[in-house]
């Protein structure tokens, strides 16, 4: 009886081992399977994670570019402002220089009707009719 007992025994442990060899088989099958579908993934994942990086490589150039034409706005909405407000003030001397243009225009106007008027008392008249008459001889 022991050596059937120690016969059974062998076959269980033959068993065990079969068993543990084909559990390192599947292992290494799974293993592999799976180094596999990572490096499927990662062949599938590498052009999405390039493509990202461009695309944030994209945004942050358009954002400084954004930047910059803000900026540049800014400077020009200031140099505009502030032509503005010279501007602005630089009326009120443009209409005293004007109304002081037309004075000056308006005496010059005077003196040229004061000399017209000069030439028209300077000139002779014609001899009015009962002039005439009174030296007419016949």
Same mark, same amino acid.
Do not use: C, W, Y
């Given at each position: 009886?022991?050596?059937?007992?120690?016969?059974?025994?062998?076959?269980?442990?033959?068993?065990? =081992?079969?068993?543990?060899?084909? !559990? +390192?088989?599947?292992?290494? /099958?799974?293993? $592999?399977? %799976?180094? @596999?579908?990572?490096?499927?993934?990662?062949?599938?994942?590498?052009?999405?994670?390039?493509?990202?990086?461009?695309?944030?490589?994209?945004? =942050?150039?358009?954002?400084?570019? !954004? +930047?910059?034409?803000?900026? /540049?706005?800014? $400077?020009? %909405?200031? @140099?505009?402002?502030?032509?503005?407000?010279?501007?602005?003030?630089?009326?009120?001397?443009?209409?005293?220089?004007?109304?002081?243009?037309?004075?000056?225009?308006?005496?010059?106007? +005077?003196?040229?009707?004061?000399?017209?008027?000069?030439?028209?008392?300077?000139?002779?008249?014609?001899?009015?009719?009962?002039?005439?008459?009174?030296?007419?001889?016949?």
């Amino acid at each position: 009886m022991s050596n059937v007992l120690l016969g059974i025994i062998a076959m269980a442990v033959l068993v065990m =081992a079969i068993l543990q060899v084909v !559990a +390192a088989i599947m292992a290494a /099958r799974a293993v $592999r399977r %799976m180094t @596999d579908a990572i490096g499927r993934l990662d062949a599938d994942v590498r052009p999405i994670v390039a493509n990202l990086q461009q695309i944030t490589t994209d945004a =942050a150039r358009a954002t400084a570019l !954004a +930047a910059a034409q803000v900026e /540049r706005i800014d $400077r020009v %909405m200031g @140099d505009v402002s502030r032509h503005v407000e010279q501007t602005a003030k630089a009326i009120p001397l443009l209409i005293e220089s004007a109304r002081d243009g037309f004075t000056v225009l308006g005496g010059l106007k +005077a003196v040229v009707n004061a000399f017209r008027e000069m030439r028209r008392t300077r000139e002779p008249k014609p001899a009015s009719v009962d002039e005439e008459d009174a030296l007419f001889i016949g």
